[in-house]
T-cell receptor, first 110, second 113 residues
Framework: GESVGLHLPTLSVQEGDNSIINCAYS??????FIWYKQESGKGPQFIIDIRSNMDKRQGQRVTVLLNKTVKHLSLQIAATQPGDSAVYFC?????????FGTGTRLQVFP | NAGVTQTPKFRVLKTGQSMTLLCAQDMNHEYMYWYRQDPGMGLRLIHYSVGEGTTAKGEVPDGYNVSRLKKQNFLLGLESAAPSQTSVYFC????????????FGPGTRLTVT
């Protein structure tokens, strides 16, 4: 079946540093990718999305990069803050449904 | 604008009991979804709806039923709960299918003993 995976289950960064969270996807038919943030005890919250006709998209302090050649997606968070501590997961749409990855936990320490 | 709301937030059931989870959205979205989230696994789609009066099976539909009698509401039912249904359940809604942001509710934590 389809799979969306993450290279690092836990990422620890110092406050103020940049964070990079990676995601590998398996289906070249996917044309839409999305990143969510999930804080403990809460529902997933939209961060940013990107369509396959783009390589890069920027939001406020976040950038998503898409490399279709190697089926790789990354989320960059600039100047990481304690409030960024959460689980981040990506999703792709190999069909008309979103398939979600298992997530990477981002820990921010002072 | 409340977005997506879910009731209840927590529930404990005994094996064999039944219950209904309610999801409501005030964004006038056509599409609604029910997911379950288990440790170490990504969100898995249980059932979804592409509009009022319609429902369809997702990846893990067994043991669950749904109804969408009103556009703003999507109900998830467990007729005879099993311990394997212990999970956190999330409802979501979107304006389109597959290539659109899904807005999630806060979740319902269900424990079946």
């Amino acid at each position: 079946g389809e799979s969306v995976g993450l290279h690092l289950p836990t990422l620890s960064v110092q406050e103020g540093d940049n964070s990079i969270i990676n995601c590998a996807y398996s289906n070249s038919a996917s044309d839409y990718f999305i990143w969510y943030k999930q804080e403990s005890g809460k529902g997933p919250q939209f961060i940013i999305d990107i369509r396959s006709n783009m390589d890069k998209r920027q939001g406020q302090r976040v950038t998503v990069l898409l490399n279709k050649t190697v089926k790789h997606l990354s989320l960059q968070i600039a100047a990481t803050q304690p409030g960024d501590s959460a689980v981040y997961f990506c999703a792709e749409n190999p069909t008309d449904k979103l398939i979600f990855g298992t997530g990477t936990r981002l820990q921010v320490f002072p | 604008n409340a977005g997506v709301t879910q009731t209840p937030k927590f529930r404990v059931l005994k094996t064999g009991q039944s219950m209904t989870l309610l999801c409501a959205q005030d964004m006038n979205h056509e599409y609604m979804y029910w997911y379950r989230q288990d440790p170490g696994m990504g969100l898995r789609l249980i059932h979804y709806s592409v509009g009022e009066g319609t429902t369809a099976k997702g990846e893990v539909p067994d043991g669950y039923n749904v109804s969408r009698l009103k556009k703003q509401n999507f109900l998830l039912g467990l007729e005879s709960a099993a311990p394997s249904q212990t999970s956190v359940y999330f409802c979501a809604s979107s304006t389109g299918l597959g290539s659109y942001e899904q807005y999630f509710g806060p979740g319902t934590r269900l424990t079946v003993t």
